[in-house]
């Protein structure tokens, strides 16, 4: 099993909602709190791109893709070693598989289908 398990996703309409989480529990505390933690995209045929960071120990910074800025929002939890994507409005275009990462490690996709 890989250092990071996600869950979450599936298929949902266009305007509606899900979260993602992806927990890290095999990745050193601190490594886990000081690494810049991501969530990735990737659909069919078109590279893989960012979708959110987030980073810092205390005082954490976010950084979002145009795309979705207003739409997700990324969260994590230290104590868990979880990492979340909130997705709302969804939209066609949000179809992908995704991935979340943190430190070097890259989580085992989760596939997000968004219909019209």
């Known amino acids: 099993q890989g250092q990071l398990v996600q869950s979450g996703g599936g298929l949902v309409q266009a305007g509606g909602s899900l979260r993602l989480s992806c927990k890290a529990s095999?990745?050193?505390?601190?490594?886990?709190?000081?690494?810049?933690l991501g969530w990735y995209r990737q659909a069919p045929g078109k590279q893989r791109e960012l979708v959110a960071t987030?980073?810092?120990?205390?005082?954490?910074?976010?950084n979002y893709a145009d795309s979705v800025k207003g739409r997700f929002q990324i969260s994590k939890d230290n104590a868990k070693k979880m990492i979340y994507l909130q997705m709302d409005d969804l939209k066609p275009e949000d179809t992908a598989v995704y991935y979340c990462?943190?430190?070097?490690?890259w989580g085992q996709g989760t596939q997000v289908t968004v219909s019209a």
């Open positions: 987030i980073s810092g120990a205390r005082t954490t910074s976010t």
């Open positions: 095999r990745l050193i505390t601190s490594v886990f709190n000081s690494a810049e």
């Open positions: 990462k943190a430190h070097t490690c």
